[in-house]
């Protein structure tokens, strides 16, 4: 789902059922990451709702660096960081995001336990931009309304030319 879709901008509902469904689901969610070469993915880009993230900053080098994230929430965050951001849901666009530095998250897994991740760099970033995803938020929404607007403009052009 690209930017525009009104899924994107709903906050996600809460998972409550652990089943094959939903392992299905985390396993369809990394396959779709991977094919578009993203390090994260939340589940209202694929245009569902739920609460539901998956996230690989070592982009499959690193098994332990995969990370299943139901109904995550931030517990602590610190620092800032500002660097280069993209989002699956605004491809061809990067824009310069300030971020924490590091960030404590709690999620449950695909069995419904709970654990506590922290992430410092990229995987700080990636949790947050996927926890602003269930949120209904896109990093669109902290980048100067001037650029902002430029780039509302670019994708009504995309849109118009049935490009996007
Ligand atoms: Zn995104």
Redo the contacts with the bound molecule.
Sequence with gaps: MKYGNPVLEKPAATVTVFDDELRKLVADMFESMYAAHGV?L?AP?IGIGKRIAVIDTSFKEDPQAKLELISQETIHTEGTQTGSEG????PEFREQVTRPMRITVRAQDVTGKTFETTGEELLARALV??TD?LNGK??IGYISALKRDLMKRKIRKLMKAGEW
Excluded: D, W
């Excluded at 989002?87 to 605004?90: A, D, F, P, Q």
């Design positions: 994260g939340a880009q989002c699956l849901s605004l931009h996927e995803h896109l990093y």
